[in-house]
């Protein structure tokens, strides 16, 4: 019974050799297409909007990558205060623009090949949802997919003086693979403005990702006179 029961559904599976597979027949081959590149720049409620606000001006102005951009809601606060910018004057400087709620969107897979992301400015609740992997929406997601895909990540951290917890949280990001970036002014280059200034970090902090020529000037030394 057994037997009579199995060999019909076997024989379902057989086919008569006019439906056998056709041969397999060699198609041309299609040159792989360089993936674009792209760049995901978060805003989040720390003071100093003008970072993040700058590396967008400044993807824009160097052309071939593709910026994704993300705003916290305490991140928007600022952009407000500090810049008198609307949601739209900040969304015209980015390629695309996703909701911090959208955790189906594109970057929140690792398939979804980018050169990495930076948080500018990151607020210390950003950075400790980082360090603990929470990714509880879609900047920390991003950022925990940036780090699991051994992909770049740099956190502009914002917060004076630092307690313990704040330290810890640095650290356990550093030994995930982050870059922990505070933007601290440098004078050796003599700025002449606030703008200049952040001119230079901005250009540190891009040139992390090797998108093209070096947009910070290296360092020569000192020049000293001769005795």
Not at 138 to 155: F, S, Y
Request: proline residues 7%; hydrophobic residues 45%.
């Amino acid at each position: 019974m057994l037997t009579s029961a199995v060999g019909p559904a076997w024989a379902a599976f057989s086919r008569p050799a006019s439906h056998a597979p056709r041969p397999y027949v060699n198609a041309p081959r299609l040159a792989p297409q360089p993936a674009p590149r792209r760049l995901i720049v978060a805003i989040t409620g720390a003071t100093g909007a003008i970072y993040g606000v700058r590396i967008l001006d400044t993807l824009r102005r160097l052309g071939g990558v593709e910026s994704h951009l993300l705003v916290s809601s305490a991140g928007w606060l600022n952009v407000q205060h500090e810049l008198q910018l609307t949601k739209d004057d900040l969304h015209a400087r980015a390629d695309v623009v996703h909701s911090v709620r959208d955790v189906g969107a594109t970057i929140a897979s690792g398939s979804f090949a980018t050169d990495g992301m930076i948080v500018a400015p990151c607020s210390m609740k950003t950075l400790a949802s980082v360090a603990h992997g929470l990714s509880d929406n879609l900047i920390t997601r991003a950022a925990d997919v940036t780090l699991k895909e051994r992909r770049r990540l740099v956190l502009l951290v914002r917060e004076t003086p630092l307690n313990l917890a704040h330290l810890r949280n640095m650290t356990s990001v550093t030994e995930m693979g982050g870059v922990i970036f505070p933007p601290l002014p440098a004078f050796y280059n003599q700025p002449a403005s606030i703008d200049e200034m952040v001119d230079h970090t901005v250009a540190r902090v891009l040139d992390l990702f090797a998108l093209g020529p070096a947009l910070s000037p290296a360092w020569q030394g000192l020049r000293q006179s001769a005795d």
